[in-house]
């Protein structure tokens, strides 16, 4: 199957290193400290922060850091397949480890000894992509609730088809066979915090398709910042400052 065309187009009409469109809403779920919507082309993502708090199982209370728990679950619609997933799959686990293990390294986990911070995080719709949008809703939720972080954690993904470097992998060519980078980062700081990647690639293609993905982090990164700030300007408008 040709997933670029002669012109340069993807199947979805999209140039090589074009993202999808992305769209985020802050305060999305009123009973949490912070949460956030995210969404990448079709994939939509729900998270929401609870926290700190006091730590609810006292055998897991550490004292000298925060508590960091992580929640991955896909809704029964979020897919096209009707098949019921059943609670703490394999895959789910995994990657509520992935989140937790992402924000773990921007929280500032030592202001906030012998608590405890929740973090959920639901997939809405799916169609690729869903880690980064899942790190990415997470990241917006807990600068929602002022969690302090050392910086935002931004994440895209990247892709190798056809020859051909694509950011931004959306399902059908994240299920292609061909190679898959997920990248997480830190962008003020320039440090990564995810790399996760399927199937081999030389250094030298590993190193576009690492460039693209990390241009890709930036991106979302500018426009989680202007989310923030705008919502901010709106909190102000509404104290009369």
Not at 56 to 80: H, I, K, P, W
Request: aromatic share 4%; glycine share 8%; with cysteine.
């Amino acid at each position: 199957m040709e997933y670029v065309s002669p012109e340069g187009l993807r199947l979805d009409g999209r140039r090589p290193m074009e993202m999808r469109q992305i769209r985020a809403e802050i305060g999305v779920v009123a009973k949490a400290d912070g949460s956030a919507l995210f969404e990448m082309g079709n994939t939509k993502v729900i998270a929401a922060v609870y926290g700190p708090r006091e730590v609810q199982n006292r055998s897991q209370q550490l004292n000298d850091s925060a508590l960091v728990r992580c929640e991955y679950t896909m809704a029964n619609f979020s897919t096209g397949d009707r098949m019921r997933k059943p609670k703490g799959d394999r895959r789910s686990t995994e990657i509520s480890l992935v989140i937790r293990q992402t924000m773990e390294a921007c929280i500032m986990t030592h202001l906030m000894p012998r608590s405890q911070i929740d973090i959920f995080v639901q997939v809405l719709q799916a169609d690729g992509g869903t880690r980064s949008a899942c790190i990415n809703a997470a990241s917006l939720a807990l600068a929602d609730a002022g969690i302090p972080m050392r910086d935002l954690v931004t994440s895209c993904s990247a892709g190798y088809l056809n020859s051909t470097p694509l950011l931004d992998l959306n399902y059908i060519e994240d299920s292609a066979g061909g190679a898959d980078v997920t990248l997480g980062i830190m962008p003020k700081l320039d440090k990564v915090t995810l790399l996760q990647m399927d199937a081999k690639l030389s250094v030298e293609t590993f190193e576009n398709v690492m460039q693209l993905a990390i241009e890709g982090c930036k991106a979302v990164a500018t426009y989680i910042r202007e989310v923030l700030l705008e919502n901010t300007k709106q909190l102000e408008s509404r104290r009369g400052i």
